[in-house]
């Protein structure tokens, strides 16, 4: 559980301006909650980490609507081994409990696979479980593009991942996806498969984001190939989207993303332009995806100081024929976001609040240091970065206490 912040920490809270002062109010109406390890990653300054925290979540959204094989799926292709602390529970809760939807013959592999992937790793008796029950599966007439089998293959994938094999993880995927978009292109467009043809085109949608975060792994490092697929997905699903307003369309084919996975693609897309350093691309994707979001929550939060931190590193191609704004102009407009995502963390209580919040506000608090050290103005920067320090100190959060600490006494 989280500790109860030290009194001192809480009683400096008179001495900050109002929007830190309410995040710490916050943050002790909260403090019950249970205890979650926060990571953080430097870029221009310092920012919340996006592959394990922003990303995943986004991606979540996409996977959480379409389940697969089981329940576990989606979180072990997402989560790695998040869900290995549970595994007995979710085995018994959610997996068994799944089996109905496929022929024993079929089930009985699968248990075995499950079992040797959650329960006693061992890849290579998993693979073999995996492989006969596709097998089993195929001879007994299951629709390869059914969710139970796609499931399969996506567990597979979700193995190659947990063992750290991207390249394999990669392999599974994209092999899947080639099928599925062969599918597509050859029954999509008959009237009868209109309706799983939308079903087929949310698991590439989501797929394709996916892709997009193997391909970004610091073990693959292929940023061309992530930008294709998120590009791909994107594009996909704003054409997708766009195609439903026509008369007729939406009673045919059924509804498609939500807004909230709408913008979790853009999210993907934007992480991947960050780390590109293109972040004139990041930006607008990330004021897109904030737009999307169908209420304002923690996850918001994320988004705003996403933002702020992009537009404070605008770097505009040299032959671009926009004139770009100043220096000045930029460094304000981040500082706004930056005090939008604290009030906002501020604003958000208990049970909706989470701990996107509590790393969101620190998170701001630190980001406003670093714009009024930019604006060189450094009794500003120091005071933001010792609030940011007393509230990292107040929620436990490790990472933000230590690079907060560092600013300050880079300006000592």
């Known amino acids: 559980m989280f500790s109860r912040p030290p009194t001192s920490a809480l009683r400096g809270a008179s001495n900050f301006p109002t929007g830190s002062r309410r995040c710490l109010s916050s943050f002790a109406q909260a403090r019950t909650r249970p205890q979650t390890t926060f990571h953080a990653r430097t870029s221009h300054g310092w920012q919340q980490s996006r592959s394990k925290a922003s990303f995943s979540r986004g991606a979540k959204e996409l996977w959480a609507a379409h389940p697969y094989l089981v329940s ?46 959650n329960q006693d790793l061992d890849p290579k ?5 995996y492989k006969q029950a596709l097998e089993i599966a195929n001879e007994l007439g299951m629709d390869p593009f059914s969710d139970e089998i796609i499931g399969v293959k996506i567990q597979v994938s979700a193995l190659m991942e947990k063992i750290e094999n991207y390249p394999k993880a990669i392999q599974v995927l994209e092999i899947l996806r080639n099928d599925c978009l062969a599918w597509e292109d050859k029954f999509g467009h008959q009237e009868d498969h209109k309706e799983k043809r939308t079903r087929i085109m949310k698991m590439l949608v989501a797929m394709s984001i996916k892709l997009g975060e193997l391909y970004s792994n610091q073990y693959v490092q292929d940023a061309k190939s992530a930008e294709e697929r998120l590009v791909w997905a994107l594009e996909t699903s704003l054409r997708e989207k766009q ?37 004139y691309l990041a930006t607008p994707l990330f004021l897109q995806a904030l737009n999307f979001k169908s209420e304002k929550d923690c996850h918001s939060v994320i988004l705003m100081n996403n933002l702020a931190i992009s537009i404070a590193q605008q770097n505009p191609p040299p032959n671009s024929e926009t004139k770009s704004p100043s220096r000045v102009v930029l460094v304000e407009n981040a500082k706004q976001w930056a005090q939008k995502a604290l009030d906002l963390a501020a604003d958000i209580q208990p049970p909706t609040r989470d701990e996107e919040c509590d790393v969101g506000c620190a998170v701001a608090l630190h980001n406003l240091g670093e714009f009024a050290e930019m604006n060189k103005d450094i009794a500003e920067a120091k005071k933001r970065y010792k609030e940011a320090v007393s509230l990292a100190r107040a929620i436990g959060f490790e990472d933000g206490l230590e690079n907060s600490s560092a600013a300050l006494r880079r300006l000592s």
């Not at 026509?246 to 992480?271: C, F, I, R, Y």
């Open 72 to 117: 576990l799926a989606a979180a072990a292709i997402l989560a790695g081994s998040a869900g290995i602390a549970y595994a007995n529970y979710l085995y018994k809760t959610y997996i068994i409990a799944s089996f109905h939807k496929y022929p024993e013959p079929v089930a009985q592999k699968l248990r075995r696979a499950i079992w040797y992937t």
């Open 125 to 129: 008796n998993a693979l073999k479980y």
């Open 243 to 279: 195609r439903r307003q026509e008369p007729g369309v939406l009673e045919k084919e059924g509804e498609w993303m939500s807004d909230n996975e709408m913008g979790a693609s853009m999210e993907a897309l934007a992480h991947t332009y960050e780390e590109q350093n293109k972040h």
